[in-house]
């Protein structure tokens, strides 16, 4: 099994930052896609942000410009950076990774959601 463990949720203010983080565990044998979704009440999950092992990037339009996703292969974690937030920022975010646990099995695990709120 896979695991997905976040951090760096939290309550800012509007206009402020925080950075997010993602670390995969457990039989992994190659991660390829790695990413960021939100959800909020009464609201659909959506895209945040995604990244590939070799670097790609795809954003949602809401974020394009304020938020940053990177990633570290030899710790396969993922990062988001949250800058300029907003109200409607606020939501519950997920991670999620997908790849290889051996030459042919693979995987796709979601992390548990981590909090984060904007204050106007």
């Known amino acids: 099994q896979v695991q997905l463990v976040e951090s760096g949720g939290g309550l800012v203010q509007a206009g402020g930052s925080l950075r997010l983080s993602c670390a995969a565990s457990g039989r992994i044998f190659s991660v390829s896609g790695m990413g960021w979704y939100r959800q909020a009440p009464g609201k659909q999950r959506e895209l945040v942000a995604s990244i590939t092992s070799g670097g790609g990037t795809n954003y949602g339009d809401s974020v394009k410009g304020r938020f940053t996703i990177s990633r570290d292969n030899a710790k396969n974690t993922v990062y988001l950076q949250m800058n300029s937030l907003r109200p409607e920022d606020t939501a519950v975010y997920y991670c999620?990774?997908?790849?290889?646990?051996?030459?042919?099995?693979?995987?796709?695990?979601w992390g548990q959601g981590t909090q984060v709120t904007v204050s106007a």
């Open positions: 999620d990774a997908e790849g290889t646990v051996n030459t042919t099995a693979t995987f796709k695990s």
